[in-house]
């Protein structure tokens, strides 16, 4: 796919969506990163069920602390490994108290160091929460970049840095949620919805619907 052909996609999913932007519902850096963490294998909707539960009563890495990793998992239990991601989040709250002075850092190393952050998370903190222009790479994005032939790879960490390389300047701070929101809605895994794609004449696909 040459230059000309990606910069007209983005160009047409940016009049689709001027302003695109996650799912998921938070007001704080803090808020995004339990809201992100918690997003791993669940949907970005019952991630905020849980979250329009627990923010209200505790919304920072003191008040999340408090709670304790038992009554966290009352407000977060109707999401999927629950146990598991209380015992993160409690554990990551404990070391932004310690060694951040309770703020999420602007870094990736320091964020990827937080238990249950991967590269992936990190990239949405980075992008979402502090507008760096980063590529979280989820199934939607890998499924997108690949069947488009926008920025093809064998594995996320390729996808991402081919998309890093390929997608013009211009559209990077918001690509992300854009390539999301179109694999998400449109781009679908099993039956891509081919007839109501914006990009659909300019997509590399060769099994169109």
Known sequence: MNKLK??????????????????LV???????????????????????KA???????????????????DKLKGYIRTIGLFNTKAANVIKTC?????????????????????????RKTANVILNTAFRHPTMAVD???????????????????????NLLKHVPKE???DAHHWLILHGRYT???????CASCVISDLCEYSDKA
Not at 33 to 38: D, E, F, H, N
Not at 142 to 159: D, Q, S
Not at 187 to 193: I, S
């Open 6 to 23: 990606r910069t007209q996609i983005f160009e047409r999913l940016r009049a689709a969506n001027p302003q695109p932007t996650t799912e």
């Open 26 to 48: 938070f007001n704080t850096p803090f808020e995004l990163l339990v809201s992100v963490m918690l997003s791993a294998q669940a949907t970005d909707i019952s991630v905020n």
């Open 51 to 69: 979250t329009a539960r627990l923010f209200p009563v505790a919304n920072t890495p003191e008040t999340i602390l408090a709670l304790g990793v």
């Open 94 to 118: 404990a070391m932004l108290v310690e060694l951040h002075k309770s703020q999420v850092p602007e870094d990736r190393e320091a964020l990827e160091a937080l238990p249950g952050v991967g």
């Open 139 to 161: 199934t939607h994005i890998f499924r997108v970049a690949n069947r488009t032939g926008l920025a093809p790879g064998k594995n996320v960490l390729e996808v991402e840095k």
């Open 171 to 173: 559209f990077l701070l």
């Open 187 to 193: 781009c679908v895994a099993r039956k891509p919805r």
